[in-house]
């Protein structure tokens, strides 16, 4: 397989890949997160007994990682491409290693290596084991066998792999900064850059992150979504009200970027979010039992 | 006999658990094949992150037989009055699994009882490997273990294939969806297709020809050998690294180390920056030059042999330009306010919720270290510079390099101090306070870092046995014990000689609103904590020395107190110092003191002598009694005229030298006199005596307390 020439690339080459291995390709969230694995495909599917696969792209938000455009691999945005397996197939590491080739890219030639890595998201009540997996020192991926979600043990074990679509494209196009990435080739011949996508973003959102984010309104917000997700929570509308939990904990991403919450404060308001992330996965799986968890078939019926 | 091969095959194991792993299968086996009367030969293993491997040499084809006597319940129990077996006599030998005419009658200690002979023939091996093999599968002592599916068994990482050989015969063993067979395969991406293997040297042979190097040990060696040659090809040497060749070695199966270098422009930032960079994150060594500088290299291992090592080295560059530009981002950030500047930010990090922030403990740690100062000869210059490095000793905590690397605490404190115009003895004292971080540490060379050290210590340790979390068992959350055991050190190694209690008590009453227990206890029972900590160093140090009898020198001594550290290792020393230079002299002498102790603590007891040692030594009437009472005073004498000017521990050892002198006249008197005798006067002048020798020595050590063989 020919390496893939641009970022857009990676991208189509992926969803082509877990397509066919029999993956729903769906969309990203239309509320911001810190990751991939917070999106509701992911958070509240992983629970309960249906099985569930799926591959997306997930825009990242990691205020604390802004670099005012700056650094070349880290972004305060950056894209990930998601990929969930449920149950998590045997031979899940190879299917994984073939996306790499199917990539254009040679595990051996790229020196690829696991390396490990305890996966834990105390937000979301939620731990894995697993890999970073490296290439040519790039951790390029995270691949976690998740164990925990929302504070429940998974009936079954999923496979996560987030791939850092940036960096994998970094070692594909064989370039030191991320901003020279080619994001495509135009008919025309003429090359669009990450940089020409993104850079502004970068310079202008580190500014907001870390010194002008209005610190007060922020706080007020985060007051005013959590309640609205516990009033939701009450009505049994799980999905609304997870998206405000979303909401809270990007919230507490930009508050942490701007300085503004002390080490207290700080467990204070990660063990809110999680109360909600977890009542949320709580409600959720009440709510598919109800539906007969319906989504089960055949074999997977016990 | 045929050889056992057993081979777990795994998707990554970490690093750091293979290892104790292999350990312990190796020592399981062993116990379990022993229990199951296995005879075998040797017993190996060996692993990579993909496989971990038993192998047992000739293994016998079944169990040794079984005979031995059991024996039941006492006679009267077991038998009736015919002779016959009672119920629970019967009970006994049907659960031997024979029946009544195996019965006899034993004696014992315990008196007469039922016995029989068991006679068990031993099972073929290949019906009890089997469960020996999943029991051990199932047991192995992970930290973290895992699910990867619907049978929900657990292991570190998934099991993909397990490789179980008796001879050539594939042993039965399930575990989860995997079955044992006769496959093996190779390196993940060299060589990557199962193949059948017959024996423990053909799988051997297999791995090696299909690029996995089974041996840990020899991984290591050839990393080592190949990454000081990269380093010395690269004009310099390898950074002398042991922990990270152990991390290392078991992330590949098969080493390939590789040369890379980075722009000599990221050198500007501190190099303890940059290797935290390579070892931590990346796991590269680091070259330095003969000046232990930093070159502008790195030797990486891969996994995987190089098809282009160019591009390789390229790719990890790549990462590595993006992490130092990383660290000298937060370098400069850092750099941005005043050192000073990060000491109120530590009002927002938590030291304990009973005890208040990081910005708390900070002035404790400053009260405490002007105390020191002030009952400790120093000058006006270092104690400026304590008091400094007292308040800016914990402010690279908040740096955002620290909260990075948090390893690098105390050194980037200094090169931030350093920067902001602080004195070198200040900036050198907040590195140097962290000393000792672990058993075998430096100390603190300082005198600046070693108040500061002191301070920090003696707080942490009051304050959390305050709040009532002293350490229990082998729960010692904040590392009390090792807090305690490195301010004895430094004192023992500085010989500050101060009070310990007025120290401990001085450290309460900064804590005093916090704390549960009553001042006084708390003071006592951090007293006992230290003392019994400096106790186990004296011994430990003793130990190093390869002192004799060290317990007894440690307790006597300590039987005299040890509110005055320092003091008390002079004494345990000089003491030592004396037992190693002649040992039998030293056994004498001490019985001899002990003596004298004892019969003056008996006559004190009963009333027959006054505590002060006041006596007319006009009636001492005896030669030896006179003699020996010159002697004392000569030596009293010559202790006065030659003390001056000498240390501590060279004092106690004159005292002792001249006590010990003192030897043979004291024999002659418990020889030729009687203390106790009736005429009042001539006995107080002989208990007198006795005290007085006993005074000479009771500032070195209690002597009474000894039990010499």
């Given at each position: 397989m020919p390496k893939a020439k641009t970022f857009q690339d990676v991208i189509l080459r992926l969803q082509d890949f877990w397509a066919k291995q029999g993956c729903l390709i769906l969309q990203p969230t239309d509320?911001?997160?810190?990751?991939?694995?917070?999106?509701?495909?992911?958070f509240l599917r992983v629970l309960g007994p249906e099985p569930w696969c799926a591959a997306y792209v997930e825009p990242s938000r990691r205020p604390t990682d802004g670099r005012y455009g700056e650094n070349p691999n880290r972004l305060q945005h950056y894209y990930q491409f998601q990929v969930v397996l449920k149950p998590a197939p045997g031979d899940v590491q190879n299917l994984y290693l073939d996306s790499l080739r199917a990539l254009g890219m040679d595990p051996a030639m790229f020196d690829v290596r696991f390396v490990e890595d305890d996966w834990e998201h105390p937000g979301l009540g939620a731990w894995g084991l697993g890999w970073e997996v490296w290439a040519q020192g790039m951790e390029v991926t995270q691949f976690t066998y998740f164990q925990q979600c929302g504070g429940l043990e998974l009936d079954r074990t999923c496979a996560e792999l987030t791939y850092g679509l940036e960096r994998l494209a970094m070692c594909i196009q064989d370039v030191d900064n991320v901003y020279d990435l080619v994001w495509a080739i135009l008919p025309?011949?003429?090359?669009?850059?990450?940089?020409?996508?993104?850079?502004?973003?970068?310079?202008?959102?580190?500014?907001?992150?870390?010194?002008?984010?209005?610190?007060?309104?922020?706080?007020?917000?985060?007051?005013?979504?959590?309640?609205?997700?516990?009033?939701?929570?009450k009505e049994e509308l799980v999905l609304p009200a997870y998206d405000y939990a979303l909401k809270c904990s990007h919230l507490f991403n930009i508050l942490d970027a701007r300085g503004a919450i002390s080490v207290t404060e700080r467990v204070d308001y990660i063990g809110r979010i999680r109360t909600l992330t977890k009542n949320c996965a709580e409600t959720y799986l009440e709510s598919r039992q109800k539906k007969g968890f319906s989504m089960l078939k055949g074999n997977d019926h016990a | 006999m045929p050889d056992l091969l057993f081979e777990i095959g795994c998707e990554e194991i970490p690093g750091g658990s293979i290892d104790p792993a292999l350990l312990w299968i190796k020592n399981e086996a062993e116990q379990k094949l022993a229990a199951a009367r296995l005879v075998h030969g040797e017993v190996k293993v060996l692993g990579t992150p993909r496989r971990l491997v038993l192998m047992i040499r000739d293994v016998a084809m079944s169990q040794t037989d079984l005979s031995m006597e059991v024996t039941g319940p006492k006679v009267e129990i077991a038998f009736d009055a015919q002779g016959k077996l009672t119920k629970a006599g019967l009970g006994f030998i049907q659960s031997k699994g024979l029946s009544s005419q195996d019965a006899f009658q034993k004696s014992t200690p315990k008196g007469l009882v039922i016995a029989a002979h068991v006679h068990e023939k031993g099972l073929a091996a290949k019906d009890v490997l089997p469960d020996i093999l999943t029991k051990l599968l199932q047991s192995i002592p992970f930290v973290k273990t895992m699910?990867?599916?619907?049978?929900?068994?657990?292991?570190?990482r998934p099991i993909r294939w397990i490789l179980c050989l008796l001879g050539e015969q594939v042993l039965p063993i399930f575990f989860g969806e995997v079955k044992a067979g006769h496959q093996t395969c190779g390196h993940r991406f060299l060589s990557p297709e199962f193949a059948k293997v017959e024996s423990i040297d053909t799988y051997l042979k297999f791995l090696e020809k299909n690029w996995v190097m089974l041996d840990g040990h020899k991984r290591r060696k050839i990393i080592l050998k190949e990454a000081d040659l990269l380093a010395k090809q690269a004009g310099g040497f390898l950074r002398q690294d042991e922990e990270l060749l152990d991390i290392v070695k078991n992330l590949v199966e098969y080493p390939w180390p590789i040369l890379g270098h980075f722009e000599e422009k990221y050198l500007e930032v501190p190099k303890e920056i940059l290797i935290s960079e390579m070892r931590e994150h990346q796991k590269y060594f680091a070259v330095t030059n003969n000046q232990d500088d930093l070159l502008a290299a790195f030797i990486v291992v891969a996994g995987t042999k190089p098809k282009d090592k160019v591009s390789l080295a390229a790719g990890n560059t790549r990462v590595?330009?993006?992490?130092?530009?990383?660290?000298?981002?937060?370098?400069?950030?850092?750099?941005?306010?005043?050192?000073?500047?990060?000491v109120h930010r530590l009002n927002n990090?938590?030291?304990?919720?009973?005890?208040?922030?990081?910005?708390?403990?900070?002035?404790?740690?400053?009260?405490?270290?002007?105390?020191?100062?002030?009952h400790l000869p120093v000058s006006k210059e270092v104690k400026s510079c304590a008091t400094k490095t007292a308040q800016l000793c914990k402010a690279d905590l908040v740096t955002g390099v620290v909260g990075q690397f948090p390893q690098l605490q105390g050194v980037m404190g200094r090169q931030y101090a350093l920067l902001s115009g602080e004195k070198e003895a200040t900036a050198q004292g907040i590195e140097e306070h962290y000393l000792p971080r672990f058993a075998g540490d430096a100390l603190p060379a300082s005198d600046v870092g070693a108040f500061v050290a002191l301070a920090d210590r003696i707080d942490t340790i009051v304050a959390i046995i305050g709040i009532g979390k002293a350490p229990k068992g082998s729960a010692d959350p904040f590392a009390l014990r090792r807090a305690a055991i490195g301010l004895v050190k430094i004192i023992f190694s500085k010989g500050y000689q101060f009070s310990l209690k007025h120290f401990i008590s001085h450290a309460i009453l900064s804590v005093e609103k916090s704390i549960v227990l009553k001042a006084d206890v708390l003071e006592e029972e951090v007293l006992q904590f230290i003392a019994a900590r400096a106790r186990g160093v004296l011994l430990e140090e003793l130990t190093e020395k390869k002192a004799n009898n060290s317990v007894l020198l440690v307790d006597a001594a300590m039987g005299v107190g040890f509110d005055d550290l320092a003091d008390l290792h002079c004494r345990v020393f000089a003491l030592n110092h004396l037992a190693q230079q002649d040992v039998q002299l030293f056994i004498q002498l001490v019985s001899n003191l002990k003596r004298a102790g004892n019969i003056v603590a008996k006559a004190r007891n009963e009333g027959f002598l006054a505590d002060d040692v006041a006596?007319?030594?006009?009636?001492?009437?005896?030669?030896?009694?006179?003699?020996?009472?010159?002697?004392?005073?000569?030596?009293?004498?010559?202790?006065?005229?030659?003390?001056?000017?000498?240390?501590?521990?060279?004092?106690?050892?004159?005292?002792?030298?001249?006590?010990?002198?003192?030897?043979?006249?004291?024999?002659?008197?418990?020889?030729?006199?009687?203390?106790?005798?009736d005429d009042v006067n001539l006995r107080n002048a002989r208990l007198g005596l006795l005290a007085k020798i006993q005074k000479m020595v009771s500032s070195i050590a209690d002597f009474t307390k000894i039990q010499i063989d």
């Open positions: 509320v911001e997160v810190g990751a991939g694995t917070l999106n509701k495909h992911t025309s011949g003429q090359k669009v850059t990450y940089g020409d996508v993104h850079k502004q973003d970068e310079y202008e959102w580190s500014h907001h992150n870390f010194t002008h984010a209005d610190v007060g309104m922020y706080l007020k917000h985060f007051d005013d979504y959590y309640n609205q997700a516990l009033a939701l929570l | 699910c990867w599916d619907d049978t929900k068994v657990t292991f570190i590595l330009k993006a992490r130092f530009e990383d660290g000298a981002f937060y370098y400069h950030e850092d750099r941005k306010v005043s050192f000073v500047e990060y990090v938590l030291f304990q919720r009973e005890l208040g922030s990081l910005f708390n403990k900070t002035e404790r740690i400053q009260i405490l270290t002007d105390y020191l100062c002030a006596f007319d030594a006009a009636l001492l009437k005896e030669v030896c009694e006179r003699d020996l009472w010159r002697e004392i005073q000569l030596a009293q004498k010559k202790l006065e005229t030659e003390n001056s000017g000498t240390t501590s521990m060279q004092r106690y050892i004159d005292l002792l030298e001249q006590i010990a002198g003192l030897k043979p006249f004291v024999d002659r008197f418990f020889d030729e006199v009687m203390v106790m005798v």
